[in-house]
C-alpha cells in the first residue's frame, strides 16, 4: 500500500496538489497542504503521481508503507 505524504518543512502551498487531485490533498488557512486520505484508492495512484512531479517544492512523496 502506498502513502502520500507532505513535508510541511518545504510546502509553499500554492495549492497545486489540491488542484490535481481533491480527493487527497487540501490547502488550509494555515498556508499548508495536507493529506486527507492517507489510504488513497488504487484509480487515484495516478493522479497522485502527477502532484509528486507538478508540486515546485517538491514536497509530496508517495511510497509504499
Ligand atoms: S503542490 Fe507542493 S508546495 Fe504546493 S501546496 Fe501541494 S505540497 Fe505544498
Do not use: W
Not at 518545504?10 to 488550509?28: K, M, S, T, Y
Request: aromatic share 6%.
Amino acid at each position: 500500500m502506498k502513502k502520500p505524504v507532505i513535508d510541511h518543512d518545504e510546502c509553499i502551498g500554492d495549492g497545486i496538489c489540491e488542484q490535481i487531485c481533491p480527493e487527497v490533498f487540501e490547502l488550509r488557512d494555515d498556508g499548508l497542504a495536507y493529506v486527507i486520505n492517507e489510504n488513497p484508492d488504487e484509480s487515484l495512484y495516478d493522479k497522485i503521481e502527477e502532484a509528486v512531479e507538478e508540486c515546485p517544492a517538491a514536497a509530496i512523496t508517495f511510497e509504499e508503507q
